[in-house]
């Protein structure tokens, strides 16, 4: 277990094991194309920071590993496996310097990969023995793909404005964290009102998560992330930072010069990443982002203050703070 | 309503709508090109065979459409999901004579349109209340996109035999029927035994469906199927007139010299195509696709004689007998 993981998830970090055991099993399939593609795709092992938030969630009531750790693994599946389309539908050859599942085999049958890795969630799921919980999960992949494909069904377009931003971040990012804190809670058996409060920090902490990612992706260490500077953009996806550019500088704006231009389209992408960098909104973003998380940590105020408690404000300290 | 439908599904043909109501709330969605999507992969109106299946099994017991429309619903839902993706997985252009989703839009979409749709339909089923059905349901689609992905890694490859043709068509489509005669019967309450007959019919029925589809791909008249004789061949698979034509002739097979030919490929995949209609491999393909019914029919020979039972044995020779 690496040292950061128990500083950041405290109480819990041991028991995080069995989440990794259970998605080890989960590579354990008798077809070798198969296993050889769950291998890499389950390979590069994340910080497992959705897991963590089940299982912290739900210390707030009858801690059972047994229905907690099932809900954590079904949720890691689920994300890596969006990770797995969303590189399919972006055509992204490398993630976190490592080559993309659709890099290494093609896209037929890595669409297919991503196939067997969310019907293996919705199984995992099911091992909670909680319909509602399994309803709710049903529910937060119909939410990630809504906001996916919104997002890339207006590619190139500069007329979607932060509040359209705010909702599918809120789908595609949000949704899975919110349903991390509140399926751990409901398994957990906490009230009503705690139910509440950890879905609520779930939500808050993940739209800090991915306006921080936003950010990273126009200020970030091409080396550390593992792809290079402002792949949204190129790709015409608008996150905050740029929409912030284009409301404050509606004329004359590199982004729009960038999504229109005929020729020299490297240059005028590169004139927008300089400008998003030079100006500041990045530092309008990440006030943003403080915000979220100053909400999160606000919900949960409410739960008794135990060393759970303060690791989910750490957790919101750390997602502010991340470089990667 | 068809009269056709009314034929096959006899007892249950009215209830059926029922399901096209449920499937018409699936495409009510706020995001314009979602909703766009949705419409066009939900409007080629199958036979719905499925979900008749599902409700036909669930007329052996507690016949409680609350439960029964939603598993029928999520089952063609799965069904037609599956097929949006098979499209991208092929890169077909049309299907039925209608353009494919991803002729229309772009692969990067239609991944997502279906990703959303698998998503729908297991929300659907846990609308069923039963943990057991949903887990079921789960299950199915890793046996089918398992039995996909095994057909997708092994193109224009001659070294997989029949049974592991019938495992991969068990998997990509047996498996649904299966689970939509098992999932009515559990969802009625059924004795075990009853559970096992229907799941048994269903599995069967699904496989005789699937070596038809694979005959008809050879014979069948390309204005019905809306689609080129040969297709599977062309792309790589080998069903079972091609595994039997392997096998009768292993020597100076034309479908060998098709996948390894470097050029006049077409002439030697028109060769193959002509030894598979000429010799009596079609023949004994459908010979294997009647014992699967035979054994269909075997199998609910244990459950009372109602109209639904006949009805039952009806659809067995319906999946014989059609043409598209």
Redesign the interface.
């Known amino acids: 277990m690496q040292a950061t993981m128990v500083n950041l998830y405290g109480p819990v970090a041991e028991d995080m094991i069995l989440v990794e055991d259970l998605l080890e099993s989960a590579k354990q ?1 008798e ?1 070798p ?2 296993k050889r ?1 769950l291998d890499h795709a389950l390979e590069g092992r994340g910080k497992r920071l959705r897991p963590a938030l089940v299982l912290l969630a739900g210390s707030f009531g009858d801690y059972n590993l047994n229905r907690l750790v099932p809900l954590g693994t079904a949720i890691e599946l689920l994300h890596t496996a ?1 990770l797995v ?1 969303d590189d ?4 992204a050859t490398s993630r976190r310097g490592r080559p993309t599942a659709n890099a290494v085999w093609d ?3 890595t ?6 890795m ?3 969630a ?2 995992m799921v ?2 909670t ?3 509602e919980v ?2 709710l ?3 937060t ?2 939410k ?3 906001g ?3 997002q ?2 207006a590619a190139f377009d500069v007329g979607k404005d932060i509040q359209n931003y705010l909702w599918r971040i809120g789908g595609k990012t949000a949704a899975l964290f919110a349903n991390a804190t509140e399926g751990g809670a409901l398994l957990a058996g906490c009230d009503p009102a705690s139910v509440d409060a950890l879905r609520s920090y779930g939500y808050s902490v993940g739209m800090a998560f991915q306006i921080v990612d936003d950010i990273l992706d126009y200020s970030g260490d091409e080396e550390l992330l593992g792809k290079p500077v402002g792949s949204d953009l190129r790709e015409g996806t608008i996150t905050l930072p740029g929409l912030l550019l284009l409301e404050r500088y509606p004329r004359d704006n590199p982004i729009k010069k960038f999504f229109t231009a005929r020729r020299g389209r490297e240059e005028r992408l590169q004139e927008a990443i300089a400008m998003v960098r030079e100006t500041d909104v990045l530092q309008t973003s990440m006030e943003m982002a403080r915000q979220y998380v100053g909400r999160a940590c606000e919900a949960i105020e409410i739960l008794p203050d135990t060393e759970a408690r303060r690791c989910l404000h750490g957790l919101g300290e750390y997602v502010l703070e991340r470089q990667s």
Chains 1, 2 share one sequence.
């Open positions: 399939v077809i194309p198969l593609m969006s389309h399919v539908v972006d055509g896209n037929a049958l669409v297919l990969l991503g196939d067997y969310f019907a293996n919705a199984e099911t091992r023995g909680s319909i399994t309803r999960f049903a529910l992949l119909m990630m793909t809504s996916e494909l919104d890339d069904a």
